[in-house]
């Protein structure tokens, strides 16, 4: 049997991904309902998920763990406040303000924050005269507008289940409008988004530094436990408080710990690392598509039209952003292929690039081998380099090795880009992670 492709793996993964984090909205509100504290029920929340992460990251990173560095730590810190401590926090408090269909309205800005965030800091390359990058940038707008389309218009109903799965009568929340501040909730939302958004784009940077993503996750989810215990503390004197005392406070404890946080955590930092940060964000609007399906599958909520075009809009969109960075890969391999310097090699599936390696190992010529992804937008931005640099390193051989061209012999490949230096035959050295300058000075050293 064939192995599964790695775009087909980030696919999957995201559409797992929203799936559960479509409920999140809804159990949180439940859990307030219930009267959790807005400090400590978070608190909880992240324990839970830390408790899952560490030992996963233990035992599967132990010998892949990068050095421990003190910058590595600090930017650990930072990115579990933004990322996960002011993330939750202003979210939390948006959501008892406001209500559950609003939060996942104003998250749809997050594919659109994230876009421009990412372009702006050069992790996501924008070629506004090419068809790829018109393509993404009108699919990501057009995912965000199915998503509001679902949110904010209803139109007819065009399908009325008979039988409920849930047999039970949903009571819609007590309108007690006098207990909200909207204001403060659109404002904490919001404050939400542009977390949320700086965490996706920020942690493809350090990735490249320190790739062991669950080690990754579970350091900012450490410092989260840390900050979210010193503010709780703080703030929330009465014990009573700190307790759970029923089985449904527990449940959504469970749930937004174990599927809304670890499993949300280690989905996300996988795509990013690999697909980059925009695949990532163009995924969010489908949540909106899902809470409406599953609302009509398992609650007996009609589906309205609303829906359907909604639908219709964000696969549009979500196809366009995927074309987008696939013609966007193509067209950089295009530009590598013609290059005049003979020293690059593509390898255009597995037989081939058996014959390369086999060429290498039998040469006692220096060579370096690329394994990206035409997916991958981290590869498409270092491809260009790589190929500039073969003319300046002559004596080195240069191969670029597509890991979904050449599943079978790439599949040891966890991390794109890699890097692989041979010298006499043998590997003498692997990098993770991109950049021109240090790609340079790698190569510089290997020559």
Known sequence: MSPIPERAKLHIAMVVFQTGYAGNHVIMRYALNLGVSKLVFPLYRTIVAFSVLAPSAYFLEKKERPAMKISFLIQFFLLGLVGITLNQGFYIFGLDNTSPTFASATENVVPAVSFLMAALLGIEKVEWKRKDGIAKVVGTIVSVAGSLVITLYKGPTIYQPSLNIVNQTIKPEEAEEENKNWTLGCLCLMGHCLCWSSWIVLQSPLLKKYPARFSFVSYSCFFAVIQFFGISAYFERDLERWKIISGGELYALLYTGLVGSAMVFAIQIYVVERGGPLFVSAYLPLQTLIAAVLATLALGEHFYLGGLIGAILIMSGLYLVVMGKKSEGAN?????????????????????????????????????????ASWCGVCSQILPAFRKLSNSFSKLKFVYADIDECPETTRHIRYTPTFQFYRDGEKVDEMFGAGEQRLHDRLWLHS
Not at 340 to 357: E, H, R
Request: a negative charge; hydrophobic letters at 30%; glycine letters at 4%.
């Open 332 to 372: 950089l391999e295009f530009e590598s292929k013609s290059n005049d310097n003979g020293n690059v090699k593509i390898a255009p599936n597995d037989q081939s690039f058996l014959t390369i390696l086999d060429d290498i190992k039998s040469s006692k010529s220096p060579a370096v081998i690329n394994y990206g």
